[in-house]
């Protein structure tokens, strides 16, 4: 199958008007399926930012996506500021947590990289069980009311479409930059990369701040949409699903994550309604893509592209 | 001095990879650097371009000290080079390749939000052209044959705009008639940018061809320097490289 950049386009439209006319077609359940897809999607491309296009294996990433939640919720619940203003000051918490983590983690590789990205998300799992006077503990927080416009099934859909919206076509930018580009030849090539110029640590580190903000929108907003936040959030299960969507649907792709994202949320919907064995029936079928689809849904599609153009240019 | 090394050392444990190189280059020549295998030559660059720091010596390139800066900064300051193991980028295409490189050498790496598509694309395309893989542009780098990839990799190395340019066993598995465009392209460098070249190779044909000064080297020392005609003509270089016959 061979797409034209106009025929992508024209789909990724066609998607958009229908997610917009979605909520007043199809019951109350998928929308909130959907909204759940956008919200895990959003986190997995900021995860992807570092997998896919710099080669990194970031594993502690929840540690970003529960400080976008906590710092939402305990702003909400606990201080008098605007609502608007703490949701747009929460993404910023979990943006100065990448930068320390990231100053830290900047010159390291692979395996090591992983396990402090994971070791980073233990510490603050820990944490949120270890203040309960600010973070409720085990309990987490429950009832957090956003503001009155971001109530009901609907509006909310919408906040997180127009939110997940606007930060897809800033990563769209972000990934197609020179900056972009620069992340993918140093994933491809580190060491060719410090000899063209490319400062190939700070790039990492530029690149896993603005990673962490995004997974921090993506927790924000998961607080708008379930009204609570809980220490799970930040464990390193969260951090193995954000991975697990990029590699499901493509981790070499742009759009990968979100088919990821559908794809992992929809089984875990359906196989949790018909067993109670479902996680060794998700990790089943997941061993099965992998397997079968090593590129991901999107990447395998995009391979057939890829190919099709160079045989008709043979 | 325009480029020069001094008594530049580097051993391996008991291995005198490099032992107490000295050597220099004019501006504007293609010198050229020749070795049995294990010669250290390839060190020599390493230890040049900051791959590796030197246990003693000295680098310097217009009268600057460079002796073990960091690869980047020494390549801001003019010296570019390319390697014997081809270091490109193999998932992404040809013209991918080179764009990543023209943008750096442009200082847009940190540009985060500009469209990297729309930029300099008359000059990578004319990049692209001076290597010779104007067919090969939307190819998979990792999809090329090993000759072209040895010209991408001269590419990504000429696209640095440099004032003094290295270059590893260039031409190493290519055929004849790509030997011959590689060469063209090294001229091409020198008449129209100024650039000096600093050759490693293993082709007789090709040094003696190119080259306005060689030097020999072997187990990590200076043998000797001079002209082709005076290269080609010492005894010593002969028993060691060239072999008696020749």
């Keep these: ?314 | 001095m325009f480029f020069a090394v001094k008594e530049l050392r580097k051993w391996f444990g008991g291995v005198k990879a490099v032992n107490g190189v000295s050597l220099h280059v004019n501006r504007g020549e293609i010198c050229s650097i020749i070795g049995p295998n294990g010669a250290g030559k390839t060190t020599l660059f390493n230890l040049i371009t900051g791959f590796i720091k030197p246990d003693s010596g000295e680098v310097t390139f217009l009268d600057e000290e460079i002796t073990g800066r960091h690869p980047k900064v020494i390549t801001e300051k003019g010296i570019a080079r390319s390697f014997q193991i081809v270091k490109i980028f193999p998932r992404l295409t040809v013209y991918d390749n080179v764009m990543v490189a023209v943008l750096a050498q442009q200082g847009k790496s940190w540009d985060l939000f500009g469209q990297a598509k729309k930029y300099a694309r008359g000059e990578c395309h004319q990049l692209i052209k001076s290597i010779g893989l104007s067919g090969e542009s939307r190819r998979l780098a990792g999809q090329l044959s090993h000759g072209n990839q040895n010209r991408l990799e001269v590419g990504l190395a000429v696209a640095m705009k440099p004032k003094v340019l290295l270059l590893d066993e260039p031409t190493a598995g290519m055929a004849v008639e790509e030997k011959a465009g590689v060469l063209a392209t090294i001229g091409q460098m020198t008449k129209e940018q100024g650039c000096t070249i600093f050759l490693c190779e293993h082709d007789m044909r090709v040094i003696f061809e190119v080259s306005d000064t060689v030097w020999v080297v072997h187990n990590g020392e200076v043998v000797t320097h001079g002209t082709v005609a005076e290269i080609r003509g010492n005894d010593t270089v002969r028993k060691i490289y060239l072999g008696e016959k020749n």
């Design chain 1, 1 to 314: 199958m061979r797409l034209s950049p106009r025929s992508v386009w024209v789909i990724a439209v066609v998607v958009l008007c229908g997610l917009i006319a979605l909520p007043f077609i199809v019951p109350m359940f998928w929308i909130n399926l959907l909204t759940e897809i956008l919200i895990l999607g959003l986190a997995g491309m900021s995860v992807n930012l570092l997998l896919g296009y710099g080669g990194a294996l970031p594993f502690g990433h929840a540690a970003f996506y529960a400080a976008g939640a906590y710092a939402a919720a305990v702003l909400l619940k606990k201080t008098a500021l605007h609502p608007a203003a703490v949701l747009i000051v929460s993404p910023f918490i979990a943006m100065a947590l990448g930068a320390i983590l990231g100053f830290l983690i900047a010159r390291l590789y692979r395996f090591y990289y992983a396990m402090m990205t994971t070791a980073f998300s233990m510490l603050v799992w820990t944490l949120i069980r270890k203040l309960p006077s600010i973070t409720n503990g085990d309990d987490g927080i429950t009832g957090v009311k956003v503001m009155d416009a971001l109530t009901g099934v609907n509006n909310i859909y919408f906040f997180c479409l127009i939110v997940v919206g606007l930060c897809v076509f800033l990563l769209w930018r972000i990934v197609n930059s020179p900056f972009g580009w620069s992340l993918r030849a140093i994933r491809e090539n580190s060491v060719r990369t410090t000899f063209i110029r490319i400062d190939v640590v700070k790039h990492r580190y530029v690149a896993f701040v603005v990673s962490s903000f995004f997974c921090g929108i993506a927790g924000m907003l998961y607080v708008v949409y379930s009204h609570g936040t809980f220490p799970d959030y930040a464990y390193w299960t969260k951090s193995a699903d954000l991975v697990m969507v990029c590699i499901l649907g493509g981790m070499l792709t742009f759009w990968g994550p979100i088919v990821g994202a559908a794809v992992l949320t929809i089984l875990h919907t359906l196989t949790t309604s018909i067993t109670m064995y479902w996680p060794l029936v998700i990790g089943c079928i997941i061993c099965l893509v992998v397997l079968l689809l090593p590129d991901g849904v999107i990447g395998r599609l995009e391979r057939e592209q890829v190919q099709g153009e160079n045989e008709i240019e043979k």
